[in-house]
């Protein structure tokens, strides 16, 4: 399997064909041109980890003999970015992991993951300088919730539902300056929302490549209850990085960069051209690429302690940092 030290040149290469970008191989090395064909990406496929396509475009027998050669992943999205396939590249066969977590139970691990995602929400919040009392009394909450949600014998319903509460008051406190209503995924009531779930979807497909990467049947969850085609195993780990991208996210909105006018309304729903997606794609897989290391560790560290049948209190912790 992959060590720290690949993983820490695997890069993520995103193609807009909708804008006339084109994908071709020389010598084992991806070229991504522009539509006056100068490169704009260039790089050995020893190092691509996932290869976004967003747009037209027709699969064939060399790119999927070099995804399965070089290992690297394929999300193809629309151009407003919509997910329509993943090929991933993964381990098959690994019988003892998936008996492990068809056996699983307890919700102990469970708690743990959203502990880990309360403390992390309450991180942004504590950076910002100048609280107001109501941004104290937030801090104040959220810690207790971490807290809570380690009660013994909490069952599924009220772990989600102290995530719920978290939720709630942790967005309507970061984003309170940028007239916040609800989360509301998928629904794109507003810009915030949208943005969110373009910065979701990419962290998604990060950590779903790596889950497969060991094997693990992405469908099956410890949180998220299973469900016709959702991948609850990846819903639920992706939950402690979550607050990755909306540091990156609120960040962008305060310095300005974040333009009403990129966007358009349909419906009701904000719409993010594909002529404008390329700046706010880069934005969020930049985030996601500064804290790429601690992904992959955590998920490494996460294999091993649940192939070793471990207690949830030495499953590890993410735990994001003043710098990044």
């Given at each position: ?57 027709c ?14 992943n394929i999300v ?34 469970a ?12 991180f ?142 349909n ?6 051209p ?15 690429m ?35």
């Amino acid at each position: 399997m992959m060590s720290t030290r690949d993983f820490e040149c695997k890069q993520i290469a995103f193609v807009f064909t909708s804008k006339g970008e084109k994908i071709s191989f020389k010598n084992d090395n991806l070229l991504i041109q522009d539509e006056e064909g100068k490169v704009k990406h260039q790089s050995t496929c020893y190092r691509l980890f996932i290869l976004f396509i967003c747009g037209d475009y027709c699969i064939t027998s060399g790119i999927l003999d070099r995804a399965s050669k070089f290992g690297f992943n394929i999300v193809l999205m629309s151009p407003n970015l919509r997910i329509t396939k993943i090929l991933p590249s993964k381990a098959e066969g690994n019988v003892l992991l998936r008996r492990r977590q068809y056996e699983f139970e307890g919700t102990a691990l469970a708690a743990h993951v959203i502990s880990n995602k309360i403390h992390n929400q309450n991180f942004l919040l504590k950076k910002k300088r100048n609280k107001t009392e109501d941004e104290k009394e937030a801090i104040k909450k959220l810690e207790q919730f971490e807290k809570d949600v380690l009660k013994d014998n909490l069952s599924v319903q009220e772990i989600m539902g102290i995530e719920g509460i978290s939720a709630k008051l942790y967005f309507q406190t970061l984003f309170k300056a940028h007239n916040w209503t609800a989360r509301r995924p998928r629904a794109k009531q507003d810009i915030t929302n949208c943005l969110m779930d373009i910065g979701y979807t990419i962290l998604f497909n990060v950590i779903n490549a790596l889950l497969e990467m060991y094997g693990f049947d992405v469908y099956v969850g410890i949180l998220h209850t299973q469900f016709f085609h959702r991948k609850s195993l990846v819903c639920d780990l992706e939950e402690p990085f979550r607050p990755i991208i909306d540091a990156a996210l609120i960040k962008a909105m305060n310095l300005g960069q974040v333009n009403e006018k990129d966007f358009w309304k349909n419906n009701e729903q904000f719409i993010l051209p594909w002529k404008n997606s390329a700046k706010y794609v880069e934005l969020f897989i930049r985030a996601i690429m500064e804290y790429k290391n601690e992904i992959f560790i955590y998920l490494q560290s996460y294999y091993r302690a649940f192939m070793r049948n471990k207690n949830a209190n030495d499953f590890p912790i993410f735990e994001m940092e003043e710098e990044n």
